[in-house]
């Protein structure tokens, strides 16, 4: 009877989980891709929360997946998976790259249908350079859910120091080299203790600077690159005269590599006394630094765009424009409207970015997502998000600064309700609205991710001139290069013949077949064999079968596959097409200079940090191999660096070489630097290397015979630099090879020492003629294991740089590039190229290494022949 009961209690169970299980089944999960639901985010969860009430059944999964734009990799596996999110909140300059590639729905229809209701999408309600950067070949793919703007912030007690007017901010690019200068302070040494103005620090780009000159990255039509034209080539010279003025790049990197977010921000700190940044600034001030004594003005303008144009920012109550004395402005308003290039234009210009709604290609629920983009966008979410991020700010004492919306709408209502009560943050706010109608974005097109990337590059190059040796016009032409080859590889696409499934299958099924071919050729070659040994070889294969299907399916049919693309144009969602031996010859030709650099940056860790990582872990196993009390543990010591995770040793040195604060360059200072004069290095922020002894040795030897020192000995901190940086990162995690010296050297016979000692031979001796012959086998192993090591690096350098190879490239590393091109450009047939010529470059390095091992490679097995 009992268990009659138990099996009716256990039954009554089961039925009501499954009951409340297909409740819970009924529930609509809503994926959104590209929030985050931080503490600090309670105006967004409390939008959600109210989407979630007002659509009973409906849950709203908030993820950050870090797919606004900037790692794209998941989203792209997720939409050829057929798993994409909902909604996804993409970073809005890449949706003309995504709707390119057919991976976002067109809205067009939605907003169509939807204008007439009072919740409809009006494209009237927005900004016209945030929707107009929404919208792809005349269709509209993302609705945008925020912008910002650039302009000028500067600290006013930093300018009443330095004996300048805190009300007279610099309003042409002269005025803002001349207050750069005023306001930069330096240290006896030379290094900088406080910075006027960074040209790309805050949030400015070339971008801002080029379309104050009258430049633009693209044509019209957008089917040719211009980064290169000469207003663009303009306002890079002026960008790198700044830098020159405060004494290069590279002093200037060395600076800024100490910055630090939030409450460190150099800007809230008074370390940086002016720059251009987003409006989001201020609620950055007002949250850790309300006090701060700060300013708002247009980012200054080439000065013939000041006397061609008439003033068209904000005024105040006095009918002054904000950024101005009124006693400068009576005296100037009349005669700054002189006839040249820029008349009839605005003045002031800014740029605007941000983000935006999209729904990738098979989402499940596309009219609940486009119901929550709705909700989110419109005015009365604003309200509801304003409210609770107040109230929350309020809880932390501190003042609520709305953000800016690209939907005007959202604005009013939002700033009409919640307007700061400060007067600063108030008519910075103000400012920045004013703003608006003179904004504009970046150019909308499927290159716009590479076209970024090598206007950053080309930045970066010329600025760094005495390093890279290139102008700013040699460094916007080889981006431009860059770009309109993409742009041409992308117009001739359809050109071009496709390349059929079923062609790679055949491949992979061709290969298949030759590899059984081979293995029943030589299993008849073994002779006949009777029905027991077959019986065996059979089970032996059928217990062996899941690996042999895996590795058929999983390694040799992506290794046919990869074969197969490296001839073809493939970026994943569409048919490949077939270009012969085009990506070869591209890595050979056009990309010869990016890609000889990565081989370069492995050949100098090869041949500089592979000897010295030998070296280092055979001395820790020399000291180790004592036969003292206690070794185990400092074997242990010396061991556990090298399983320290890569991610979490990457971020460790970033912060102990740090130029700024780090250790290493704390010690030096204390001590070389104070002793002999020899100032710090730069590391990650420098992109030179090793030159800092033969600076030293020629300053103190050579030029007192009246030899010049060569230029770029003679740069402040151009040695220990970012190699430098990888090699000793790699040295700190010697003890995993000291584990194999340690087993070479308790295999060598103590005989052969004692016979060393009768003939009289030293320690040197015995190291060399015993020691040194009997690891020869164990230095070939780790020279093998190292070079292809080296030319495989990675990881770490893409945690320390982010991804760019920076600084100049000097970390750009062979398969960092491969990474890029295979999942940032998606330019999977151009990546399998690259990918097999790494193969074929490991593997003849390989041989001749296996050739000439056995002229110095001694074997125990060889003594007896």
């Known amino acids: 009877m009992k268990r009659v009961h138990l099996f009716c209690i256990l039954s009554a169970f089961i039925v009501l989980c499954s009951l409340s299980h297909a409740g819970a089944a009924e529930r609509v999960k809503l994926v959104v891709w590209g929030l985050q639901a931080s503490e600090e985010a309670a105006g967004q969860r409390a939008t959600v929360a109210e989407f979630e009430k007002r659509h009973p059944g409906v849950k709203v999964s908030m993820l950050s997946m870090g797919a606004g734009g900037m790692n794209p990799q998941k989203l792209m596996t997720a939409i050829v998976g057929k798993t994409p999110p909902d909604v996804i909140n993409q970073d809005r300059f890449t949706i003309g790259d995504w709707a390119s590639r057919d991976t976002f729905l067109d809205l067009t229809p939605f907003i169509n249908r939807d204008r007439r209701k009072l919740d409809g999408i009006r494209p009237e309600d927005y900004y016209v350079p945030c929707w107009k950067e929404a919208c792809y070949k005349g269709k509209v793919y993302a609705i945008p859910n925020s912008t910002d703007d650039r302009f000028l912030f500067y600290n006013k007690t930093l300018f009443r120091e330095a004996g300048l007017d805190p009300n007279r901010p610099p309003r042409t690019w002269t005025e803002l080299l001349e207050y750069t200068k005023k306001l930069t302070v330096k240290d006896r040494d030379g290094s900088i203790r406080r910075i006027g103005f960074i040209p790309n620090w805050g949030n400015s780009w070339l971008y801002l600077y080029s379309w104050q000159t009258g430049g633009e990255f693209m044509s019209p039509d957008g089917r040719t690159c211009t980064m290169n034209n000469p207003k663009s080539i303009r306002a890079l010279k002026y960008m790198v005269s700044i830098y020159d003025a405060l004494g290069g790049a590279e002093k200037v990197d060395q600076f800024q590599s100490g910055f630090q977010p939030d409450a460190l921000d150099p800007f809230l700190t008074g370390r940086v006394a002016m720059k251009i940044d987003c409006d989001s600034c201020a609620n950055a001030i007002a949250r850790f630094n309300p006090d701060l004594n700060f300013g708002v003005a247009p980012a200054p303008v080439p000065d013939d765009r000041v006397e061609q144009t008439v003033c068209n920012v904000a005024f105040d109550e006095t009918g002054v424009p904000l950024g101005f004395a009124k006693s400068d402005w009576d005296r100037i308003k009349d005669s700054y409207n002189k006839k040249g290039e820029f008349s009839g234009e605005a003045r002031y210009i800014t740029w605007s970015g941000g983000f935006s709604?999209?729904?990738?290609?098979?989402?499940?629920?596309?009219?609940?997502?486009?119901?929550?983009?709705?909700?989110?966008?419109?005015?009365?979410?604003?309200?509801?998000?304003?409210?609770?991020?107040?109230?929350?700010?309020?809880?932390?004492?501190?003042?609520?600064?709305?953000?800016?919306?690209?939907?005007?709408?959202?604005?009013?209502?939002?700033?009409?309700?919640?307007?700061?009560?400060?007067?600063?943050?108030?008519?910075?706010?103000?400012?920045?609205?004013?703003?608006?109608?003179?904004?504009?974005?970046?150019?909308?097109?499927?290159?716009?991710?590479?076209?970024?990337?090598?206007?950053?590059?080309?930045?970066?190059?010329?600025?760094?001139?005495?390093?890279?040796?290139?102008?700013?016009?040699?460094?916007?032409?080889?981006?431009?290069?860059?770009?309109?080859?993409?742009?041409?590889?992308?117009?001739?696409?359809?050109?071009?013949?496709?390349?059929?499934?079923?062609?790679?299958?055949?491949?992979?099924?061709?290969?298949?077949?030759?590899?059984?071919?081979?293995?029943?050729?030589?299993?008849?070659?073994?002779?006949?064999?009777?029905?027991?040994?077959?019986?065996?070889?059979?089970?032996?294969?059928?217990?062996?079968?899941?690996?042999?299907?895996?590795?058929?399916?999983?390694?040799?049919?992506?290794?046919?596959?990869?074969?197969?693309?490296?001839?073809?144009?493939?970026?994943?969602?569409?048919?490949?097409?077939?270009?012969?031996?085009?990506?070869?010859?591209?890595?050979?030709?056009?990309?010869?200079?990016?890609?000889?650099?990565?081989?370069?940056?492995?050949?100098?860790?090869?041949?500089?940090?592979?000897?010295?990582?030998?070296?280092?872990?055979?001395?820790?196993?020399?000291?180790?191999?004592?036969?003292?009390?206690?070794?185990?543990?400092?074997?242990?010591?010396?061991?556990?660096?090298?399983?320290?995770?890569?991610?979490?040793?990457?971020?460790?040195?970033?912060?102990?070489?740090?130029?700024?604060?780090?250790?290493?360059?704390?010690?030096?200072?204390?001590?070389?630097?104070?002793?002999?004069?020899?100032?710090?290095?730069?590391?990650?922020?420098?992109?030179?290397?090793?030159?800092?002894?033969?600076?030293?040795?020629?300053?103190?030897?050579?030029?007192?015979?009246?030899?010049?020192?060569?230029?770029?000995?003679?740069?402040?901190?151009?040695?220990?630099?970012?190699?430098?940086?990888?090699?000793?990162?790699?040295?700190?995690?010697?003890?995993?090879?000291?584990?194999?010296?340690?087993?070479?050297?308790?295999?060598?016979?103590?005989?052969?020492?004692?016979?060393?000692?009768?003939?009289?031979?030293?320690?040197?001796?015995?190291?060399?003629?015993?020691?040194?012959?009997?690891?020869?086998?164990?230095?070939?192993?780790?020279?093998?294991?190292?070079?292809?090591?080296?030319?495989?690096?990675?990881?770490?350098?893409?945690?320390?740089?982010?991804?760019?190879?920076?600084?100049?490239?000097?970390?750009?590393?062979?398969?960092?590039?491969?990474?890029?091109?295979?999942?940032?450009?998606?330019?999977?047939?151009?990546?399998?190229?690259?990918?097999?010529?790494?193969?074929?470059?490991?593997?003849?390095?390989?041989?001749?290494?296996?050739?000439?091992?056995?002229?110095?490679?001694?074997?125990?097995?060889?003594?007896?022949?």
Not at 504 to 515: C, K, P, Q, S
Not at 625 to 654: C, E, F, H
């Open 357 to 865: 709604w999209a729904i990738p290609v098979g989402a499940k629920h596309t009219e609940l997502a486009w119901e929550f983009i709705k909700w989110m966008n419109s005015p009365e979410a604003g309200l509801v998000a304003a409210a609770a991020q107040k109230a929350y700010n309020l809880s932390k004492g501190r003042p609520f600064v709305p953000s800016m919306h690209a939907n005007q709408k959202y604005n009013t209502a939002v700033f009409n309700a919640f307007a700061p009560q400060v007067p600063k943050f108030r008519n910075c706010l103000k400012f920045a609205l004013s703003m608006m109608p003179y904004s504009r974005y970046r150019p909308v097109t499927f290159v716009g991710q590479p076209l970024w990337d090598e206007h950053a590059r080309a930045f970066d190059q010329a600025i760094h001139h005495s390093q890279t040796h290139l102008s700013p016009e040699q460094a916007m032409t080889a981006g431009t290069q860059v770009v309109q080859r993409e742009l041409d590889r992308n117009f001739n696409r359809e050109l071009k013949p496709k390349v059929p499934m079923a062609a790679l299958w055949g491949a992979i099924l061709f290969v298949l077949v030759v590899m059984i071919s081979v293995i029943f050729v030589l299993a008849k070659r073994q002779g006949a064999v009777g029905s027991l040994m077959r019986s065996e070889a059979f089970a032996g294969y059928a217990f062996a079968s899941p690996w042999l299907i895996g590795f058929l399916v999983f390694t040799i049919g992506p290794i046919v596959a990869s074969i197969v693309f490296s001839f073809c144009d493939y970026d994943v969602l569409h048919q490949a097409r077939w270009v012969g031996v085009g990506n070869y010859a591209d890595l050979f030709t056009y990309d010869w200079g990016i890609f000889s650099k990565a081989l370069y940056n492995a050949a100098f860790l090869a041949l500089i940090g592979l000897p010295l990582g030998i070296v280092t872990g055979l001395s820790i196993a020399l000291l180790l191999n004592a036969d003292v009390k206690g070794m185990s543990w400092y074997r242990t010591l010396y061991y556990l660096p090298s399983i320290v995770p890569v991610v979490a040793s990457a971020v460790l040195w970033l912060w102990v070489l740090n130029p700024q604060f780090g250790i290493v360059n704390a010690a030096w200072r204390a001590s070389l630097t104070a002793w002999f004069g020899l100032q710090p290095p730069g590391w990650m922020s420098q992109p030179a290397e090793f030159f800092g002894a033969l600076s030293w040795i020629w300053k103190h030897s050579l030029s007192f015979v009246g030899l010049k020192m060569p230029g770029i000995l003679a740069q402040p901190a151009s040695y220990f630099g970012a190699k430098s940086a990888l090699i000793t990162m790699g040295l700190w995690g010697a003890g995993g090879g000291m584990i194999i010296w340690l087993a070479g050297l308790k295999g060598i016979p103590t005989s052969y020492y004692e016979a060393a000692e009768i003939d009289g031979a030293n320690v040197w001796q015995k190291f060399r003629a015993v020691t040194i012959p009997m690891l020869s086998p164990y230095i070939f192993f780790n020279l093998i294991m190292g070079t292809i090591g080296v030319l495989q690096t990675f990881d770490n350098v893409y945690v320390m740089t982010g991804g760019q190879g920076s600084p100049v490239d000097a970390t750009m590393m062979p398969v960092l590039l491969l990474f890029n091109r295979a999942f940032r450009y998606f330019s999977m047939g151009y990546a399998s190229a690259l990918a097999w010529i790494l193969f074929s470059i490991i593997l003849a390095f390989t041989l001749f290494q296996l050739k000439m091992a056995p002229r110095w490679v001694h074997y125990e097995a060889e003594k007896g022949k």
